[in-house]
């Protein structure tokens, strides 16, 4: 899975441009993120949603060929990227694994309860040390964080656990084995759905 980012450069977006259609691995794909930290809102149109859903169904596509099948100049799709992408409404073109194709297939869950005395920085910081914790977000209610686990089997996901108590850092720990996912990242039908006009 692939991530726009909002951080490349003119010309690293040139260079990634003329790369895409020899380059682009065939599982690949556009995935939004929203503008977090941000004061203001972007505000997006159908023109924007359709060079978006555009991406994301040819991902391996140029900015030209874009241009070329929704009948718009090539600097008009490059400027919407680029402002999106400078809007946070689009993330990074950066690679995003899917640890499943690698030998990580059971997804997990795990509320922790953390101490608190050493602070949330100084918690993730040492979790980050764990390959295997692929998010961690601070969340409400009775834990304190939320992590999404990769692991190549149940005994393996153990393992992961024991990790994460090993580190001091958390006092408790609940997780639930995800058995089939459905769809994640699903923020193109929001978009669009925005552009239209059918949310607030």
């Not at 490349?8 to 259609?21: F, H, N």
Request: contains cysteine.
């Amino acid at each position: 899975m692939y991530r726009l980012a909002g951080n490349a450069t003119a010309l690293e977006r040139e260079i990634m441009d003329s790369v895409w259609s020899r380059h682009w691995p065939k599982w690949q794909q556009f995935v939004l993120v929203n503008s977090q930290g941000r004061e203001k809102l972007m505000n997006v149109d159908a023109l924007d949603a359709k060079i978006v859903r555009f991406f994301t169904d040819a991902p391996r596509a140029s900015v030209l060929e874009a241009s070329r099948v929704l009948r718009i100049a090539r600097a008009t799709v490059q400027s919407r990227l680029d402002r999106m992408a400078e809007g946070g409404v689009i993330g990074s073109w950066v690679p995003h694994p899917e640890p499943s194709h690698f030998g990580f297939p059971v997804v997990a869950f795990c509320s922790l309860t953390i101490n608190q005395d050493l602070g949330h920085d100084a918690v993730v910081a040492a979790l980050a040390e764990i390959p295997e914790l692929i998010e961690i977000h601070t969340v409400s209610g009775s834990s304190d964080l939320m992590a999404r686990i990769a692991a190549r089997s149940n005994p393996d996901l153990q393992r992961v656990l024991d990790a994460m108590i090993a580190t001091r850092t958390v006092l408790r720990s609940s997780s639930v084995i995800v058995l089939n996912t459905h769809f994640e990242g699903r923020t193109l039908p929001l978009l669009e759905a925005v552009a239209a006009g059918n949310r607030a």
